[in-house]
């Protein structure tokens, strides 16, 4: 079957780094995606990995090995209003994407 | 650009009743997409389409009904709500297909069926 899986809930301090790993296992792959979704609100575009490698954006970075169906988000400079859940999405062979239940990342002053 | 709009915002029924939720879209996108969203559980897509006048059944279909109005509308209906289907649902879209490209979400419909 097809299954992603990520941490439910992970608490980190603002101004500190925190990392968010996602695993996936697909029907074939077409490239991960990361989406961030305060609470009440609509999921937003963070970032898409197809090849294996680091992909940075300011503040957040994103990672992908495709060999062992793993990635992560890698967020910098915490901020209180990075305050959210982050979802992991794989795309599979006939670019469905597969969601993670997400992960609810609470900022402690 | 308004982006992806969505109607109702909330809405409550009584098992039995009918309704529609209604989407719409002005970033000229082909594919659109009908989700919900449950407490521990990822987004799981319900109906999709590929274009103007197409629909496609996702992962969890029944008890719900699709129609492509035009490029830039979708409209999700469920016919007889049960309790299962209390849910917050997502619209969302993408100028090709969704596993390949950036999607776009509304705001969100909150549906609580009694």
């Known amino acids: 079957g097809q299954n992603i899986d990520q941490p439910t809930e992970m608490t980190a301090t603002e101004g500190a780094i925190v990392q968010i790993n996602c695993t996936y296992q697909?029907?074939?792959?077409?490239?991960l995606f990361w989406y961030q979704q305060h609470a009440g609100e609509a999921p937003t575009f963070l970032s898409y990995?197809?090849l294996d490698g680091l992909e940075e954006k300011g503040r957040f970075s994103s990672f992908l090995s495709r060999s062992k169906g793993y990635s992560y988000l890698l967020l910098k400079e915490l901020q209180m209003k990075d305050s959210a859940s982050y979802l992991c999405?794989?795309?599979?062979?006939?670019?469905?994407?597969?969601w993670g239940a997400g992960t609810k990342l609470i900022i402690k002053p | 650009n308004a982006g992806v709009t969505q109607t109702p915002k909330f809405r409550v029924l009584k098992t039995g009743q009918s309704m529609t939720l209604l989407c719409a879209q002005d970033?000229?996108?082909?594919?659109m997409y009908w989700y919900r969203q449950d407490p521990g559980m990822g987004l799981r897509l319900i109906h999709y389409?590929?274009?103007?006048?197409?629909?496609a059944k996702g992962e969890v279909p029944d008890g719900y009904n699709v129609s492509r109005l035009n490029k830039r509308e979708f409209s999700l209906r469920l016919e007889s709500a049960a309790p299962s289907q209390t849910s917050v649902y997502f619209c969302?879209?993408?100028?090709?297909?969704?596993?390949?490209?950036?999607?776009?979400f509304g705001p969100g419909t909150r549906l609580t069926v009694l």
């Open positions: 969302a879209s993408s100028y090709s297909g969704g596993g390949a490209d950036t999607q776009y």
């Open positions: 970033m000229n996108h082909e594919y």
């Open positions: 389409s590929v274009g103007e006048g197409t629909t």
């Open positions: 697909t029907s074939g792959f077409n490239g």
């Open positions: 990995n197809v």
């Open positions: 999405a794989a795309s599979d062979s006939n670019y469905q994407l597969i």
